[in-house]
């Protein structure tokens, strides 16, 4: 699904209820996460549920698009990690950092509608899908 058709569907539904479902149903269709990266040096600091995230480039494409995988145990997260898959689907290092992410939230009512926890474990992905971004920038810079 892309970033447009998300929102589309998203600012159509009436209410919170409507669009946390959305949310959830979206979390149900996430790719499988590999069993191998559910270690500790993957768990994204912050969140209350457990969250799992990878970041990488394309092996020998070091400008090309980011490749995220994630997974929580929290339906409700899962929804969030689509979210950000869909925002920066095919997006490089440099486009993520351009990404006008609060935005995006802002734009979705996330902001208004999440918990105080579940905010910080959403900053705590981007934080950590930005850091990535950021440490590949900076390694090609300094090639």
Not at 18 to 46: H, K, M, S, T
Not at 72 to 87: F, H, P, Q
Not at 117 to 142: E, H, K, P, T, Y
Request: overall charge negative; charged content about 25%.
């Amino acid at each position: 699904m892309t970033l447009d058709e998300l929102l589309t569907e998203f600012e159509e539904l009436q209410d919170w209820e409507e669009q946390c479902d959305y949310l959830i149903d979206l979390g149900f269709d996430l790719p499988p996460f590999p069993e191998e990266d559910r270690i500790d040096a993957n768990i994204v600091q912050g969140c209350q549920s457990r969250v799992w995230l990878t970041a990488s480039l394309e092996p020998g494409v070091p400008s090309g698009p980011v490749i995220l995988k994630a997974d929580s145990d929290a339906i409700i997260v899962k929804g969030l990690i689509a979210v950000l898959m869909a925002a920066y689907a095919n997006q490089t290092p440099r486009q993520i950092l351009e990404t006008n992410i609060e935005g995006l939230f802002e734009r979705m009512g996330l902001n208004r509608h999440l918990s105080s926890n579940r905010r910080n474990g959403l900053r705590g992905m981007v934080d950590r899908i930005r850091g990535f971004a950021a440490r590949q920038l900076s390694s090609c810079a300094s090639t």
